[in-house]
């Protein structure tokens, strides 16, 4: 099916039984989105809506087919010939504020003519360019609205934007789950650790009670395989390995069969990247790294105190030459820890 909102146009796919479906839930049929609001709660169930990495094999495979716990499986192709959630590529996701309302609108306007749908029950998951999306950009505007759960698969980004008000209270009780695997992609390695930390400082901010974060804020990088590789074996079924466990993650107790107890509270959460690289914590000198944008110290001869020195990837890796022909710093110093700088 395809959705008509506001001139752009996102195919999507729905699951269920007959029954769960609306007459208008057919094959190839263009469903145009309308004011209409909510489903009626008391009569249809809830969805687990998945956004694809960049490429859309997720929409295709449609991993998340069928009915869990009362939760309906739903995916949206992204509306651009990449098939990139949020538009750009990498890290810069130019398109992520839109997409984010058009997916909102998807929710809200298109999906209830469709299925029998219980509006206060929208569950979120996310594989690699999708989690970008979700984390970056749509759980910042609109978790307060949804009040759900989420999982965030193989990828994720700070907020993007200004959340809303109440984003850093919301996870307080919205469950969310990061979930990656120990030989990530470099890149993620990065970002990751950045998301996490912003969504704790957020509720940290908001005051939200230590106990009842720990139970909904969760992370995790057991799996041994590269990036979305959550069985160890190829990037299909680690992903289907960790769609078949949603409700076991985000309702019971994480425990998924070939992987072991994935709900680590982000906030304790002590485990590295095979990288050395903290999972939940922000790289620092000591973890064999300098942030983007640190200020680097130094008494002795070499660059003038407090130099920022930046890196289009975000980190400098642990003995990194850097050479200046303008001689600000001497020629070839090497970037090391924190027993070179304070």
């Known amino acids: 099916?395809?959705?008509?909102?506001?001139?752009?146009?996102?195919?999507?796919?729905?699951?269920?039984?007959?029954?769960?479906?609306?007459?208008?839930a057919k094959n190839g049929a263009v469903i145009r989105a309308t004011e209409t609001t909510a489903g009626d709660a008391a009569a249809g169930k809830g969805i687990n809506l998945l956004l694809h990495g960049d490429g859309g094999q997720s929409f295709f495979d449609f991993p998340n087919k069928g009915d869990q716990v009362g939760l309906l499986g739903v995916v949206a192709l992204a509306p651009n010939d990449k098939m990139f959630w949020g538009g750009g590529g990498g890290n810069q996701r130019t398109d992520g504020v839109l997409h984010s309302k058009l997916l909102d609108a998807l929710i809200t306007n298109v999906l209830p003519q469709v299925i029998k749908m219980d509006s206060s029950k929208v569950f979120f998951m996310g594989i690699s360019g999708g989690s970008f999306l979700l984390a970056g950009f749509f759980l910042p505007a609109f978790a307060e609205k949804y009040q759900s759960g989420a999982i965030l698969g193989c990828g994720a980004l700070p907020p993007q934007v200004q959340p809303s008000a109440n984003f850093g209270k919301t996870l307080e009780t919205m469950r969310i789950h990061f979930q990656t695997s120990a030989q990530e992609q470099d890149g993620i390695q990065v970002t990751i650790p950045q998301a996490i930390v912003s969504y704790l400082k957020a509720a940290t901010d908001a005051q939200v009670d230590k106990k009842a974060l720990a139970k909904k804020l969760t992370a995790d990088a057991t799996p041994k395989g590269t990036h979305c590789v959550f069985d160890g074996k190829q990037f299909v079924s680690g992903i289907q390995l960790l769609t078949d466990n949603y409700s076991r993650v985000i309702f019971g107790d994480g425990d998924i069969k070939g992987i072991g107890k994935v709900s680590t509270s982000a906030a304790d959460n002590n485990q590295k990247f095979a990288s050395g690289v903290p999972v939940a914590k922000l790289r620092n000198n000591a973890a064999g790294g300098v942030p983007q944008g640190s200020q680097l110290r130094t008494a002795a001869k070499g660059f003038p105190q407090g130099t920022q020195l930046r890196s289009a990837a975000g980190v400098f890796p642990q003995g990194t030459q850097l050479r200046s022909a303008a001689g600000v710093f001497p020629q070839s110093p090497q970037l090391r820890n924190a027993a070179v700088f304070k």
């Open 1 to 24: 099916m395809t959705a008509e909102i506001g001139g752009f146009a996102i195919q999507f796919k729905v699951s269920g039984d007959p029954s769960d479906l609306q007459p208008a």
